[in-house]
């Protein structure tokens, strides 16, 4: 008999090497494979696992080692305290994306019955989260991925999210009209040559990789929101760690006023935004990277 503690332990030694998160990781696939949670597998070392268990864990086991991210073995991944599933053609939300809610949501405070676009929406998690904090907002999500706004509204049903609306397409292709109180993306924006893709080899390549040094989709994004905003309303746009300055510069040449980029977590440039003019001359004060 193989107990739960025992199998968990093994299979954290084995993925040390491997993962950086190992014991965490070997806490998600036991519990998987057990069809219980973290808490209940702490709550209960001793339970052994079947044979079929065993196997089922073995499987998951190698394809870990081979990289695949835990979401993937698992079909689920917390993002803002909810529960959403996750496929391979869906990106894995990373818990620095959670900054790009939290500025939409501070965007929108004190407007009635806002008007939300998320772009690129993947999972849905970035909307699932504005839609369930704000019960009052009509969040609008598009994706060019018909497998991934299948994946995006099931998280949505799941959670009972009723004012959220998806549309395919490309970026702002599929709108008809209509301006936004604040538009949020979390765009592709990795450099086709970048070295950090190895790491990413799992995930869609398409959710990834852009043109242009990982800017085309951040510089269509800001160009195309204008049109797109009630005046005052915010742009804000998730990039990379070093993309702070370009994507500042992409956002000024765009006519936007009050850009600012926000540090993540771990002290990093990750979000920047900008605010549609009330006036076309209004004149933007200086740019900002804020803590």
Request: charged share 20%; proline share 6%.
């Amino acid at each position: 008999m193989i107990r739960a503690a025992d199998a968990t332990a093994a299979l954290r030694e084995r993925l040390a090497a491997a993962s950086p998160t190992a014991a965490l990781d070997a806490e998600l696939l036991v519990a998987c494979v057990l069809g219980i949670g973290r808490t209940a597998l702490a709550a209960d070392p001793g339970r052994a696992l079947a044979a079929e268990e065993l196997f089922a864990l073995e499987a998951l086991a190698r394809r870990r080692l081979a990289g695949e991210p835990v979401a993937y073995l698992t079909g689920r991944r917390e993002f803002w305290s909810l529960e959403l599933e996750v496929n391979p053609d869906v990106l894995v939300p990373r818990p620095e994306t959670e900054l790009l809610v939290e500025r939409a949501l501070v965007a929108i405070r004190g407007v009635a019955r806002p008007a939300v676009l998320d772009l690129g929406t993947g999972s849905g998690a970035v909307a699932i989260a504005v839609a369930s904090s704000r019960a009052d907002a009509a969040v609008t999500a598009t994706d060019a991925s018909a497998a991934a706004l299948a994946v995006a509204r099931r998280n949505a049903a799941r959670h009972g999210i009723g004012n959220l609306a998806f549309i395919e397409g490309d970026w702002y292709a599929p709108l008809a009209g209509g301006r936004f109180d604040a538009i949020v993306a979390n765009p592709p924006y990795i450099a086709a040559e970048d070295a950090a893709l190895a790491a990413l080899s799992h995930e869609p390549r398409r959710a990834l990789v852009a043109d242009a040094g990982g800017l085309a989709s951040l510089a269509a994004i800001a160009a195309g929101a204008p049109a797109h905003l009630a005046p005052g309303g915010w742009l804000l746009l998730e990039h990379g760690a070093g993309q702070g300055p370009a994507v500042r510069e992409l956002l000024g040449t765009a006519g936007f006023a009050g850009i600012r980029t926000w540090l993540d977590l771990a002290g990093r440039e990750r979000v920047t935004g900008g605010v549609r003019p009330r006036k076309a001359l209004e004149s933007a004060p200086p740019t900002e990277t804020l803590r």
